[in-house]
């Protein structure tokens, strides 16, 4: 692999020990992609931050980077950690964990990565630009930036998301080519998807499809459209982060949507090397539901809200209280904004509480009680029943609204006959 003059000067220790490790990770990890060279990057984006998943030898990690000096030289930020920095004694969390917890937001603090503590780091900090080069790591931002922005990052582990902070260089490999970028796999959808659940649920559905494909999947989508209203994000994050999750798809093209299918979609269809059909989201639906009960907690928030999405449940409530807990998961930067707004103190006093900083996926949900949750998720009901051990009951947001209100009855009626999953495609 071609290492520039300054990328070798950083190798042998002009920026500190920590820098020099970290072109050390990179050149190495180049290798293994067959990178021939590095790529400059505007942002960077680190996982591996909730104390529950790396634990003490992770944080022990950290602290020792941290304490040889470099520091990050392009803007870097932190993936959600495993608790509210605010509302963790109302949430009933133990302070030795929030103690670990700050500990590793310190380390990484110190390597110049900011606590933006979001998987939406494009609602909470400058947007990427069509184009750009970054080094993010978790899967539904990484696939959000490649898909709907047409910025370009593979998906970086936690350590390799520091090395490229503290360099500003990341291997030129995989996503961030043009050759890496070609779908691998028509998909022609047959069915009406008109909400951010049904997008969702496509996903889980399309990631599963793509799951084995050997060339590596990247779908080229078509005959579905996101809506044209406020709900637009939402839906293209809610498809991706599924298709993320069951599949590990960095990048889908949507015809006629996302930017690089919209410019040259007949070219790129032309690269797949095969097509697949979904015909209906029904069997997908039912893989996703998981409950075996009434619901103790109805979630929003995964991938982490926008301040529209607030806005959006704040109209479905139509002045009525929850009489199950809602919790929402978004940044700290849009639930400042919704303070300021009035917005999160109507939320709460209908019973919808603002969460940030940490993710249902790490939140410690079985300690709390909850067995049963409702989501309009597809990627938080992939994940609940093996992370957490909890029931899913997945919706529409204006189902699980109701189901909010009502307190429970819709989910208890929607449990399926028989579980399947993935069905509807051929
Ligand atoms: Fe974000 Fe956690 Fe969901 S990182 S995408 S809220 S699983």
Request: hydrophobic share 40%.
């Amino acid at each position: 692999m071609n290492l520039s003059q300054d990328e070798l000067a950083i190798l042998s220790g002009s920026r500190g020990s920590g820098a020099a490790r970290a072109m050390e990770i990179l050149s190495a990890l180049g290798r293994i992609g067959g990178a021939e060279d590095m790529v400059d990057v505007c942002s960077v984006q680190v996982s591996g931050v909730s104390y529950r998943n790396i634990g003490p030898h992770g944080l022990a990690f950290l602290q020792e980077w941290a304490g040889q000096g470099s520091k990050a030289v392009v803007p870097a930020y932190m993936n959600p950690g495993g608790a509210d920095r605010r509302l963790w004694q109302t949430l009933g969390l133990p302070a030795e964990f929030v103690d670990k917890q700050e500990r590793v937001i310190k380390a990484l603090s110190k390597l110049g990565i900011k606590p933006t503590l979001t998987c939406t780091p494009y609602h909470a900090a400058p947007r990427p630009k069509f184009g750009d080069h970054l080094a993010w790591s978790e899967s539904s931002a990484v696939c959000y930036a490649n898909s709907v922005i047409g910025a370009r990052t593979n998906r970086e582990g936690g350590p390799s998301a520091i090395a490229a902070a503290l360099t500003g260089r990341t291997p030129r490999h995989t996503l961030h080519t043009d050759a890496g970028r070609l779908p691998t796999t028509v998909v022609e959808v047959g069915c009406p998807a008109p909400t951010a659940s049904d997008a969702g649920a496509l996903g889980y559905l399309v990631g599963q499809l793509l799951a084995h494909d050997p060339r590596g999947g990247i779908p080229f989508i078509r005959g579905v459209e996101p809506p044209e209203d406020s709900s637009r994000e939402a839906w293209l994050k809610a498809l991706g982060a599924a298709m993320a999750a069951s599949g590990s798809v960095g990048l889908f093209h949507l015809e006629g949507v996302t930017p690089e299918a919209a410019a040259s979609g007949p070219e790129l269809q032309k690269a797949a090397g095969r097509k697949v059909k979904v015909d209906s989201l029904e069997g997908a639906k039912r893989g996703l539901f998981s409950a075996k009960g009434r619901p103790s907690l109805v979630a929003f928030g995964c991938p982490h809200a926008s301040l529209d999405e607030l806005k959006r449940l704040d109209e479905l409530l139509k002045g009525r209280k929850a009489v199950v807990p809602v919790w929402v998961f978004t940044s700290e930067a849009v639930r400042k904004k919704a303070e300021k707004s009035g917005l999160a103190g109507r939320l709460s006093s209908l019973g919808a509480a603002l969460i940030a900083d940490t993710c249902i996926v790490v939140a410690p949900l079985a300690d709390m009680g909850i067995t049963n949750v409702v989501t309009d998720s597809a990627k938080a009901a992939f994940y609940l029943p093996s992370h957490q051990g909890v029931g899913v009951c997945f919706e529409s947001q204006e189902a699980a609204v109701e189901a909010a209100v009502a307190g429970g009855q819709l989910c208890a009626s929607k449990a399926p006959q028989a579980a399947s999953s993935g069905g509807g495609a051929s």
